[in-house]
């Protein structure tokens, strides 16, 4: 079983449209969780962090973590066509130097 | 907005010569990172670094890498014998004390013929 799983889409929808994206992971350490949007063939832009179970909301993004479950979301309300790239979920655990372990990522296209 | 920088941006060599690639992480920042990404697969981590030693490494962190932190703002990754499958994208990246996040620079394509 891989460590954290990502459906690697392609995900296609109509611009203004609620985007789900999901990742499950089987490592119950994992304590932080982050969220990066990648562009074709650039490094990963971090969008959002979060530290153990629960919502954080910044603008058109909220991000959901359910450790009972081991599976965290982000949704995208709103989604331009400016939103279509490469989702990426990453997550560590403990403090310290730790590194991070990362989905495949879901492409997304948002459609004018 | 502060933000991780690496050059090259591409790099041609041939197999069996020694890559050098270039990093400057966010100025406050004291934990650096290495990471690869061939091409249509996951990030994977290769080394992180703090307080002028290597913190941890993975299985493909191996004798034919090093890192350094030659001066108070460069991190550098070296290669000393390059191999065909050392090809990918990568991503040098960093976090500030207190905080859990990483953030990544535009990372360095590195194509081994």
């Known amino acids: 079983q891989k460590e954290v799983e990502q459906d690697p889409g392609p995900l296609s929808v109509p611009e203004g449209a609620i985007v789900s994206l999901n990742c499950t992971y089987s490592?119950?350490?994992?304590?932080?969780f982050m969220w990066y949007r990648q562009y074709s063939r650039k490094g990963p832009e971090l969008l959002m962090y979060t530290y153990s179970s629960g919502n954080k909301e910044d603008g058109r993004f909220t991000a959901q973590v359910d450790k009972s479950s081991k599976y965290i979301s982000l949704f995208i309300r709103d989604s331009q066509p400016s939103d279509s790239a490469t989702y990426l979920c990453a997550m560590r655990q403990g403090w310290g130097e730790r590194q991070l372990t990362f989905g495949s990522g879901t492409q997304l296209t948002v459609l004018p | 907005e502060p933000e991780v920088t690496q050059t090259p941006s591409h790099q041609v060599t041939q197999m069996g010569q020694e890559v050098i690639l270039r990093c400057v992480p966010i100025?406050?920042?004291?934990?650096f990172y290495w990471y690869r990404q061939i091409l249509g697969q996951k990030v994977e981590f290769l080394v992180s670094?703090?307080?002028?030693?290597?913190?941890?490494k993975s299985e493909i962190f191996d004798d034919q890498f090093s890192v350094e932190r030659p001066d108070g703002s460069n991190f550098t990754l070296k290669i000393r014998s390059t191999k065909l499958e050392d090809s990918a994208m990568y991503f040098c990246?960093?976090?500030?004390?207190?905080?859990?996040?990483?953030?990544f620079g535009p990372g360095t394509r590195l194509t081994v013929t």
């Open positions: 490592n119950s350490a994992f304590q932080y």
């Open positions: 100025s406050n920042h004291l934990y």
């Open positions: 990246a960093s976090r500030g004390t207190g905080a859990y996040e990483q953030y």
């Open positions: 670094f703090y307080n002028n030693e290597i913190s941890e």
